[in-house]
């Protein structure tokens, strides 16, 4: 059966609420909630079909892979819950260790960019278990998602917006997610991940359509997070002309930065 991962955030809800609400997990597919980072390890391990993940994945894994278009998340500016939190200000993390997320991909690229650019070289960076929490004993850390939300970072005096730094920095935006879709899978299951792909690029719409049930929905399923609705609102559900080119620009820059190895084309899902 296919399996779809959906990243079990509340910045992708409104792409995972539709799918999930009256799913009976009996049909023709079967839906994986989970951490981008643990979802971009299953679609590259051939255990889901295909998935919401890191931009980074599309880009890691791309033999293996095409997007399905229309679909993506991205920041507006600010973000709020993509930042990096520190003892001490950023420029003197120089030669200093940073911790980062393992729920991330993206994040970690764009920490990675804007430090180069910056011309900061940390020491290294360390990859913690984002179950866990930031550890105690860290100067920075990397925290993205839900966790970046609610954990206790009273403990860090600064904080830098990633989605505010890109912005500032390039006058662009980033996009975090994307649906990617493996060949293989595509070979078994065409018919599936067609009604899937139009069902995902149509579900940020039918989310926003019906705002009162699906906030409720919000507060339900993650009632640590504070007015959910205008967290949201940081956000960037739609897919058009501008993300496209965002993220191509981002193919760019982590070609410059070493983190692939040459600039290439995205090859997008027809059907
Ligand atoms: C905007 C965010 O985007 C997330 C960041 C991701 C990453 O860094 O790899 C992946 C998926 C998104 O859910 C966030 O976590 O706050």
Not at 108 to 124: D, F, V, Y
Not at 188 to 195: G, Q
Not at 245 to 253: K, M, R
Request: glycine share 4%; hydrophobic share 40%.
């Amino acid at each position: 059966m296919l399996k779809i991962g959906l990243i079990n955030y509340l910045n992708a809800y409104p792409f995972s609420w539709p799918l999930i609400r009256n799913h009976k997990q009996k049909g023709k597919w079967k839906t994986v909630l989970a951490r981008p980072g643990e979802l971009n390890q299953l679609l590259a391990q051939g255990e889901l079909g295909m998935s919401l993940v890191s931009a980074f994945e599309y880009l890691r894994n791309r033999d293996q892979y095409i997007l399905a278009p229309g679909i993506a998340l991205s920041s507006k500016g600010y973000v709020d819950s993509v930042k990096l939190v520190s003892k001490v200000p950023i420029k003197k993390l120089e030669n200093k260790s940073i911790y980062t997320t393992s729920a991330s991909a993206t994040s970690i690229s764009i920490l990675k960019i804007l430090l180069g650019e910056k011309n900061i070289k940390s020491k290294a960076l360390i990859d913690y278990d984002c179950h866990q929490g930031v550890p105690k004993e860290a100067l920075a850390a990397l925290t993205i998602g839900d966790e970046a939300l609610t954990e206790d970072f009273s403990a860090f005096t600064y904080s830098w917006d990633l989605g505010a730094a890109w912005r500032e920095l390039f006058k662009r935006d980033i996009v975090f997610a994307l649906c990617v879709i493996r060949k293989d899978a595509l070979e078994i299951y065409p018919k599936e991940i067609s009604f899937l792909v139009k069902k995902l690029q149509n579900a940020p719409t039918e989310s926003f359509a019906c705002e009162e049930t699906f906030a409720k929905n919000c507060r339900q399923t993650y009632p640590e997070i504070i007015k959910p609705m205008t967290y949201l609102r940081n956000l960037h559900f739609e897919c058009g002309e501008a993300e496209i080119s965002n993220f191509n620009f981002y193919i760019e820059l982590c070609a410059k930065h070493q983190l692939i190895d040459q600039v290439f084309e995205a090859q997008y899902y027809t059907e």
